[in-house]
């Protein structure tokens, strides 16, 4: 456990850091056995599940206070896709989704997808599954 609970934090870091995409950070954390993980942006956490049903939560590192707005899918979908084109940075991407309404997200790996939930509604995006690592 604790080797995968090394290799989540230095993908995270990686991440924070612009050096890794999403799609990185879902094959590197899943090859040690992560199913899902859930992000709270409210008290800025993020719980990663495990396949042996273990449980493990790191904390979001965000400098900045949240500033949620209404629940807008179109402002979303712009921020997924210029986080996914590189043009903005994982950090800036979790201030523009709580801009959009969004207060958490799960990332569910063997579904392939993404679930964005704001106070008053939800979107699914689904990504491409690589099975590297089952």
Do not use: W
């Not at 599940?49 to 900045?64: A, G, K, V």
């Not at 994982?90 to 679930?115: C, M, Q, S, W």
Request: charged share 30%.
């Amino acid at each position: 456990m604790i080797d995968a609970i090394n290799t989540i934090k230095a993908s995270l870091k990686k991440c924070y850091e612009n050096d890794s995409d999403f799609l990185e950070h879902v094959n590197k954390i899943a090859a040690v056995g992560v199913k899902a993980y859930k992000v709270n942006l409210r008290n800025k956490s993020i719980t990663y599940y495990f396949t042996d049903d273990s449980i493990h939560q790191e904390e979001l590192l965000m400098p900045m206070a949240f500033r949620f707005g209404e629940f807008d899918q179109q402002k979303l979908a712009n921020a997924l896709e210029e986080v996914q084109k590189k043009i903005i940075t994982y950090p800036e991407f979790l201030e523009r989704i709580t801009i959009a309404g969004i207060n958490r997200y799960g990332v569910f790996i063997d579904e392939a997808k993404v679930i964005y939930y704001g106070e008053r509604g939800s979107v699914t995006e689904y990504f491409p599954l690589s099975r590297k690592h089952g």
